[in-house]
């Protein structure tokens, strides 16, 4: 009984809005095939943003293996958010800056990219 009574919470809860739309972690397949993870953090119209490309074209991948890290600020309007980030590729220190605009779509519970992405939690 138990355990039905934690499958249906679960079940309930995943369907909900979440308060915070953007607040969590977010991973997608970038359009070359690499994983990406994008995390937002803070509270109110300014937030932290993080992210991580585990095989960043922008780096030279797929011709070598490096990865990227891009941190920054979003600003939030509504359902969307726009990040200005600037970091690096790893293991060649080639730096990179991005700007990019996610969209929230509360009836997927996904993020929508500039770049034609889509994000889940």
């Not at 355990?3 to 995943?14: C, F, P, R």
């Not at 997608?28 to 953090?41: A, E, K, M, V």
């Not at 996904?110 to 994000?119: I, K, N």
């Amino acid at each position: 009984m138990a355990a039905t009574a934690l499958t249906l919470a679960v079940v309930t809860n995943a369907g909900a809005t979440p308060s915070d739309p953007f607040k969590g972690v977010w991973t997608s397949i970038d359009t070359d095939g690499s994983n990406q993870r994008l995390s937002f953090g803070g509270n109110g119209d300014t937030r932290a943003v993080h992210y991580f490309d585990d095989g960043a074209s922008a780096c030279g991948w797929p011709a070598i293996n490096v990865t990227a890290t891009l941190i920054g600020k979003a600003t939030v309007s509504g359902s969307s958010a726009t990040a200005d980030l600037a970091g690096q590729c790893n293991g060649t220190g080639q730096s990179l800056a991005s700007t990019a605009t996610f969209t929230y779509d509360s009836g997927t519970n996904t993020l929508s990219d500039t770049f034609g992405v889509t994000w889940h939690r």
